[in-house]
């Protein structure tokens, strides 16, 4: 059973940084898979952050988060991350990461998209 494990969420204060981790099971490669991260804020459906590409380099970012967050990948960690800076009220949220094979696509905000999913983990901004 494949397992994907985000960490790094908390409680924060308005224009403060996090940085969320996203780790995969014993024997899941994540340098195989493109790597999304989503978010669900309380009452709101989920929406696709930012996406990874496997092995073409390709990255996408949602706009209302460009140049805030940053999605990296370690693929030696088996782990992806999500560096978010200036953070707001609005960023409020639970964030998930999600894997799906091959690479980032102009549709990398689909959820159906991907394959296996993270917990989630909790994100609260506020003074």
Request: net charge neutral.
């Amino acid at each position: 059973q494949v397992q994907l494990v985000e960490s790094g969420g908390g409680l924060v204060q308005p224009g403060g940084s996090l940085r969320l981790s996203c780790g995969a099971s014993s024997g899941f490669g994540l340098g195989y898979y493109a790597i999304g991260w989503f978010r669900q804020a309380p009452g709101k459906g989920r929406e696709g952050i930012s996406c990874i590409s496997s092995t073409d380099g390709k990255i996408y970012v949602v706009d209302s988060v460009k140049g805030r967050f940053t999605i990296s990948r370690d693929n030696a960690k088996n782990t992806a991350y999500l560096h978010m800076n200036s953070l707001k009220l609005e960023d409020t949220a639970i964030y998930y990461c999600a894997a799906k094979q091959g690479e980032c696509y102009d549709d990398y905000d689909v959820s159906d998209n991907y394959h296996f999913w993270g917990q989630g983990t909790q994100v609260t901004v506020s003074s």
